[in-house]
């Protein structure tokens, strides 16, 4: 199905700014907002976000990898950022995920949140469209897809780019690819996620990317039997099919 990039006008009451902000969301032909928009909202509601279409700050942005959410706010004489790392127990056996998102909300230092947020904005990333609206920005169903929100005092804008690094040269994704990698970089993404995953009670977890992940501390022998049967059971019928 063929998607649109359209210009949503909402009119929000902004104390802090008192004037509209545009929402630039991408949708479908038939005027609905695209799902993986409404899955990612979803998930600002349960990890308990706040909507950045009606922020209070001057400056917003937030990108969700496979997982993990990076979020930095700029408020009149105050600037925040965060880092979220989150994970959904996964069953072999009912082959989906079962039970709560767990997630883990960390502050993050002053001296990180003031790199990312020069990072940020010294980067063209406000530039780059949605990736339908790239030419040659290919598409796939495996891999991982990011999505990018950004608000100031006028407007807000969701984008999704998958798998930017293998995009080959196109410009865009290299610059997408590289915001990304470095944005992760200095905020230490990965010890945060490793403290995270380190405390997690599961044997095996999904989060936003399509690959489960098995802790090998969290097998014991039997465990790791019963895994292995389920899993050779569910490549048989995959076949099968």
Known sequence: MKYLLAKLLLLIAISVFGQERELHIPIK????????YDMQMKFVSILGLEPLQSTSSHLA?????????IEINEYPGHLSGRIIS????????????IGPVRFTIDTLPE???????????SSDIRKVPDERSIPNWLQGYD????????????????????EPETQGSL??????????????RVVEAKSYWTKFEDVLPFVCYQSAGPFV?????????GTRRQWRKTKRKSKREKADN
């Open 143 to 162: 891999g991982v897809t990011y999505y990018i929100e950004d608000a100031d005092s006028s407007s807000y804008s969701f984008k999704s780019y998958w």
């Open 29 to 36: 032909q038939n005027g609905d907002t695209i799902p993986w």
């Open 86 to 97: 989150w994970a959904i127990e996964y069953s072999f056996e009912k082959q989906s995920t």
């Open 111 to 121: 001296v990180q949140t003031s790199l990312a947020k020069n990072l940020i904005k």
């Open 171 to 184: 410009v865009e994704a290299l610059l997408v690819d590289s915001l990304i990698k470095k944005l992760c």
């Open 61 to 69: 942005f937030r990108i969700w990898t496979d997982k993990q959410v």
């Open 213 to 221: 992940t098995c802790s090998r501390k969290m097998l014991n022998y």
